[in-house]
C-alpha cells in the first residue's frame, strides 16, 4: 500500500528552520537593544535637564528676591565647627521645599548635630540625576546629590597661599559670595553657575569608579608647589596617608568641596582623579595642601559630556571635547572671554 504524503501544512518547522527564525530573532533584538537603551537614556537626559531647570528657576526667584545669588557656603564657625551651610540650604524654600527648608535648624552646624539630621537625611528628587543610577548604596544618613555649584577656576575661598589656585574665587559661588547679576560682567549666558557631578560610593571602598580619589587627614608629605594640574593624580596616590573620595555629591544641604562645589580647572570627566584634601577645607598654610583644596571637575554617565546650567537659567550639554580655555572661561564671572556658541 502506498503511503500518503502528509500535506506540507500539517507537519511542524524542521531543525534548520527553527534555528534559522531563532537566528533572526536574535539578530533584531541585537539591533533593536541599542536604540532601547538610547531611548532610556534620552529620557533620563532630559529628565537631568528638566531639574537642572528647577534649579535654576530657584536660583532666579531667590535673586528676585534678596538681589544676588546665594553664597556658595555660610561658614560662621560656631563652636570652633566649619558651620558650612550650602547653597541649596539656601535655596530650597524657593523650589517648593520650605517644609524640607523648616526642618532645619541654621543656628547649629548642619551636618555634625543632631537637630539636624532629618533634614540633612532628606532626598529631594530635582537634584537628583536619573543616569547615575539608584540610592542603594549612598552615603548612610546623608541625602545626596548630582548638581555642584561653581567656584570658577580656583579655590571655594579666598585663602589660598600657593600658586595655582591663588586669590579671590572666580566664580559665581564661593564662601560668603555676595555676587549679583551686575557682578556677572561676562554674561548670564556666558557663566556656567552649576554642573553635573557622579555620587560617591562608600560601599564600595578601595573598587571607588571614575577617578573618585581623595586625600584624607593631615599628614601629607609636604612639597613644592605643583603648578600643573596632571600632577595631581601622583599627588593623591602617594601622599601619606592616600585614601579615596567619599563625600563627592553628598550632602547637598552642606557647602564645601566635593559636597556640593567644583571648579572649571579641568574639562569634564577629565580622566584624572578629583582631589579635595584633608581638613580644614578652608585654609591651608602648606602649598601643598592649598593646592589639594579643590580639584574637582564636572562629571556624568551621559555620553559624551554633561549638562550645565548656566546664570541666566538654560541649560546646555557640554561636551568632554570642549576646548579647556573654554571651560575655564564659562567657570569666570568677570574674565573678559568671548566665546563662540559653537565651541561647546
Not at 554674561?187 to 569608579?209: D, F, H, M, Y
Request: charge should be neutral.
Amino acid at each position: 500500500m502506498e503511503l500518503r504524503r502528509r500535506d506540507r501544512s500539517e507537519r511542524g518547522f524542521t531543525l534548520i528552520e527553527l534555528l534559522v527564525v531563532i537566528a533572526i530573532i536574535a539578530v533584531l533584538i541585537a539591533l533593536l537593544l541599542p536604540a532601547v537603551q538610547s531611548a532610556r537614556e534620552a529620557a533620563r537626559r532630559a529628565q537631568c535637564v528638566n531639574n537642572l531647570k528647577q534649579i535654576g528657576i530657584g536660583l532666579h526667584n531667590y535673586m528676585s528676591t534678596i538681589g544676588r545669588f546665594p553664597p556658595g557656603r555660610i561658614n560662621t564657625h560656631i563652636a570652633g565647627r566649619g558651620n558650612c551651610w550650602g547653597t541649596y540650604a539656601q535655596v530650597i524654600p524657593y523650589m517648593e521645599q520650605a517644609q524640607v527648608y523648616n526642618a532645619f535648624n541654621f543656628s547649629l552646624a548642619p551636618d555634625s548635630d543632631p537637630a539636624n539630621t532629618t533634614g540633612g537625611g532628606i532626598f529631594i528628587s530635582s537634584f537628583l540625576c536619573p543616569t547615575d543610577g539608584d540610592l542603594t548604596q549612598a552615603q548612610a544618613g546623608y541625602g545626596m546629590h548630582n548638581f555642584l555649584v561653581s567656584v570658577g577656576t580656583t579655590c571655594s575661598v579666598v585663602q589660598a597661599p600657593a600658586a595655582p589656585l591663588t586669590g579671590m574665587p572666580d566664580g559665581v559661588f564661593y564662601e560668603n559670595s555676595n555676587v549679583g547679576p551686575q557682578s556677572i560682567t561676562d554674561g548670564l549666558s556666558s557663566t556656567i553657575c552649576v554642573s553635573e557631578t557622579l555620587r560617591s560610593n562608600p560601599a564600595l571602598g578601595s573598587k571607588v569608579l571614575l577617578n573618585g580619589f581623595v586625600i584624607t587627614g593631615n599628614n601629607a608629605t609636604s612639597g613644592p608647589p605643583i603648578t600643573d594640574d596632571a600632577s595631581y593624580a601622583t599627588l593623591c596616590l602617594t601622599s601619606t596617608p592616600p585614601g579615596f573620595q567619599v563625600t563627592r555629591g553628598s550632602k547637598w544641604f552642606y557647602g564645601a568641596p566635593g559636597h556640593s562645589m567644583y571648579n572649571h580647572r579641568r574639562v569634564p570627566n577629565d580622566a584624572n582623579f578629583d582631589c579635595r584634601g584633608g581638613l580644614p577645607h578652608s585654609v591651608r598654610s602648606d602649598p601643598l595642601w592649598s593646592q589639594l583644596s579643590l580639584n574637582i571637575t564636572a562629571r556624568s554617565l551621559h555620553p559624551g559630556g554633561v549638562n550645565s546650567l548656566f546664570c541666566d537659567g538654560s541649560v546646555h550639554f557640554v561636551k568632554n571635547s570642549v576646548n579647556l580655555a573654554t571651560w575655564m572661561a564659562l567657570g569666570t564671572r568677570s574674565g573678559g572671554e568671548v566665546i563662540s556658541a559653537d565651541s561647546l
